[in-house]
């Protein structure tokens, strides 16, 4: 069975500091990886997905399969970032819509 | 805006009756829908894949009687929670792929969620 773990349940940063929220995964097959974002009082939405390969908000995520890990990096954190941001994988041949995600990390950025 | 409609916000209901929440693809179609559920500071959990026109599939360990999913049209897909438990209180959340938009545009909107106690 596939599963999520993000390690951190929160993560303070100061305004300007570099972020890394760290996600790694379990999956047997060949996983498809995601970052949704969470802002206060909104619904859930795509960050950036791994075979995107882009840049979102200045946010990155390499796909590490040695490391089965997935982090979501920005090297100078913005008060706007302060959010709930979920690591999610989907299941090979399922599209990106079967996601399992993880448990989430709450990112707090300190002005 | 919005393209991914969740009805109600919140409801309250007494233990033994049945409620439904509806969700709502607003300009697009979906044949497909996701339901999930969300426990304080727990992940969300996949329950059951919507399909139009088809039964539901449902997650392992998910009581396809207890949770009854009908996805009436190409726009909206219902789950009933029938005869609801305290322990059913819970954040439900809808999803539904938009697949007529370019690469680079998230195929999967999520609605606002359903919080629904049970007393």
């Known amino acids: 069975a596939q599963r999520v773990t993000q390690p951190e349940k929160l993560l303070s940063v100061f305004k300007g500091a570099p972020v890394e929220l760290k996600c790694n995964y379990s999956?047997?097959?060949?996983?498809?990886l995601f970052w949704y974002v969470q802002y206060s009082r909104q619904r859930l939405q795509l960050l950036l997905r791994h075979i995107s390969r882009e840049s979102i908000k200045g946010f990155t995520a390499d796909l590490n399969k040695g490391e089965t890990s997935f982090h979501l990096k920005k090297p100078f954190a913005q008060e706007e970032d302060s959010a709930m941001y979920y690591c999610?994988?989907?299941?090979?041949?399922?599209?990106?819509?079967?996601?399992?995600f993880g448990k989430g990390t709450k990112l707090s950025v300190i002005p | 805006g919005a393209v991914v409609s969740q009805h109600p916000s919140r409801v309250i209901c007494k233990s033994g009756t049945s409620v439904k929440i509806e969700c709502r693809s607003l300009d697009f179609q979906a044949t497909t829908m996701f339901w999930y559920r969300q426990f304080p500071k727990q992940s969300l959990m996949l329950m059951a894949t919507s399909n139009e026109g088809s039964k539901a599939t449902y997650e392992q360990g998910v009581e396809k009687d207890k949770f009854l999913i009908n996805h009436a049209s190409l726009t909206l897909s219902t789950l009933t929670v029938t005869s609801a438990h305290p322990e059913d209180s819970s954040f439900y959340i809808c999803?539904?792929?938009?697949?007529?938009?370019?690469?680079?545009?998230?195929?999967?909107?999520f609605g606002n969620g359903t919080r629904l106690t049970v007393t």
């Open positions: 999956y047997s097959g060949s996983p498809e």
């Open positions: 999803s539904a792929p938009r697949t007529d938009q370019g690469n680079g545009v998230s195929p999967l909107h």
């Open positions: 999610a994988l989907s299941r090979s041949g399922a599209g990106s819509y079967q996601l399992t």
